[in-house]
Protein backbone atom coordinates (compact mmCIF):
# COMPACT_ATOMS: atom_id res chain seq x y z
CA UNK A 1 0.00 0.00 0.00
CA UNK A 2 1.08 3.49 -0.89
CA UNK A 3 -0.23 6.76 0.79
CA UNK A 4 0.05 9.72 -0.49
CA UNK A 5 -0.97 13.30 1.02
CA UNK A 6 -1.46 16.40 -0.97
CA UNK A 7 -1.11 19.93 0.35
CA UNK A 8 -1.28 23.72 -1.73
CA UNK A 9 -4.28 24.22 -3.00
CA UNK A 10 -6.24 27.10 -2.55
CA UNK A 11 -7.64 30.33 -4.64
CA UNK A 12 -5.83 32.43 -6.85
CA UNK A 13 -6.68 34.60 -9.37
CA UNK A 14 -6.42 34.19 -12.67
CA UNK A 15 -2.69 34.66 -14.04
CA UNK A 16 -1.44 33.39 -10.82
CA UNK A 17 0.99 30.59 -9.32
CA UNK A 18 0.24 27.79 -6.95
CA UNK A 19 2.50 24.65 -6.57
CA UNK A 20 0.96 21.96 -5.17
CA UNK A 21 2.56 18.94 -3.15
CA UNK A 22 2.51 14.77 -2.85
CA UNK A 23 4.19 13.18 0.03
CA UNK A 24 4.19 9.84 -0.42
CA UNK A 25 4.66 6.93 2.07
CA UNK A 26 4.60 3.10 2.74
CA UNK A 27 5.48 0.68 -0.07
CA UNK A 28 7.20 3.28 -1.99
CA UNK A 29 9.72 1.00 -3.87
CA UNK A 30 6.71 -0.10 -5.86
CA UNK A 31 6.42 3.02 -7.19
CA UNK A 32 7.60 3.98 -10.83
CA UNK A 33 5.72 6.70 -11.85
CA UNK A 34 3.79 9.73 -10.26
CA UNK A 35 1.16 12.31 -11.63
CA UNK A 36 -1.45 14.56 -11.00
CA UNK A 37 -4.95 14.52 -11.97
CA UNK A 38 -7.39 16.80 -11.98
CA UNK A 39 -11.43 16.88 -11.86
CA UNK A 40 -14.02 19.63 -12.64
CA UNK A 41 -17.53 19.60 -11.62
CA UNK A 42 -19.38 17.34 -14.08
CA UNK A 43 -16.47 16.50 -16.09
CA UNK A 44 -14.36 13.70 -15.79
CA UNK A 45 -11.09 12.73 -14.09
CA UNK A 46 -8.21 13.83 -16.55
CA UNK A 47 -4.40 13.39 -16.46
CA UNK A 48 -2.25 16.96 -15.98
CA UNK A 49 1.31 15.82 -15.96
CA UNK A 50 3.53 12.87 -14.63
CA UNK A 51 6.93 11.95 -13.72
CA UNK A 52 9.03 8.56 -14.05
CA UNK A 53 11.48 7.45 -11.28
CA UNK A 54 14.01 8.53 -14.23
CA UNK A 55 12.83 11.75 -14.55
CA UNK A 56 10.76 11.65 -17.92
CA UNK A 57 7.64 13.97 -17.60
CA UNK A 58 4.75 14.18 -19.62
CA UNK A 59 2.28 16.59 -19.93
CA UNK A 60 -1.21 17.40 -21.12
CA UNK A 61 -1.52 19.49 -24.20
CA UNK A 62 -3.82 22.06 -21.89
CA UNK A 63 -1.10 22.38 -19.41
CA UNK A 64 2.22 22.85 -21.60
CA UNK A 65 4.05 25.64 -21.07
CA UNK A 66 2.24 26.52 -18.00
CA UNK A 67 2.54 23.79 -15.17
CA UNK A 68 5.83 22.18 -14.43
CA UNK A 69 5.57 18.39 -12.49
CA UNK A 70 8.84 17.41 -10.23
CA UNK A 71 10.05 15.50 -7.59
CA UNK A 72 12.76 15.29 -4.76
CA UNK A 73 13.19 11.28 -4.37
CA UNK A 74 14.83 12.04 -0.93
CA UNK A 75 12.17 13.03 0.59
CA UNK A 76 9.24 10.93 -1.70
CA UNK A 77 7.71 14.12 -2.85
CA UNK A 78 6.41 14.94 -5.99
CA UNK A 79 5.28 19.06 -7.15
CA UNK A 80 3.01 20.17 -9.48
CA UNK A 81 4.35 24.20 -10.05
CA UNK A 82 0.91 26.07 -11.93
CA UNK A 83 1.51 29.57 -13.43
CA UNK A 84 -0.51 31.47 -15.77
CA UNK A 85 -4.02 30.01 -13.85
CA UNK A 86 -6.97 30.07 -16.02
CA UNK A 87 -10.43 29.80 -14.43
CA UNK A 88 -10.76 26.56 -16.61
CA UNK A 89 -7.88 25.27 -14.66
CA UNK A 90 -10.47 25.28 -11.56
CA UNK A 91 -10.82 21.30 -10.22
CA UNK A 92 -9.83 19.09 -7.48
CA UNK A 93 -6.37 18.18 -7.92
CA UNK A 94 -5.22 14.21 -7.09
CA UNK A 95 -1.65 12.59 -6.71
CA UNK A 96 -1.26 9.28 -8.37
CA UNK A 97 1.28 6.97 -7.58
CA UNK A 98 2.30 3.59 -8.09
CA UNK A 99 3.99 1.51 -11.10
CA UNK A 100 1.75 2.08 -13.67
CA UNK A 101 -0.87 4.89 -13.47
CA UNK A 102 -3.52 5.35 -12.62
CA UNK A 103 -2.50 3.30 -9.07
CA UNK A 104 -2.97 4.57 -5.75
CA UNK A 105 -4.52 7.90 -5.12
CA UNK A 106 -4.22 10.96 -2.78
CA UNK A 107 -7.46 12.77 -1.17
CA UNK A 108 -7.50 16.08 -3.53
CA UNK A 109 -7.05 18.90 -3.28
CA UNK A 110 -9.34 22.04 -4.56
CA UNK A 111 -7.81 24.60 -6.81
CA UNK A 112 -9.87 27.05 -7.25
CA UNK A 113 -9.47 30.26 -10.22
CA UNK A 114 -11.18 33.47 -9.93
CA UNK A 115 -11.00 36.89 -9.10
Known amino acids: QVQLVESGGGLVQPGGSLRLSCAASGSIFSIYAMGWYRQAPGKQRELVASITSGGRTNYADFVKGRFTISKNNAKNTTYLQMNSLKSEDTAVYYC?????????WGQGTQVTVSS
Open 96 to 104: NAGFYLPGY
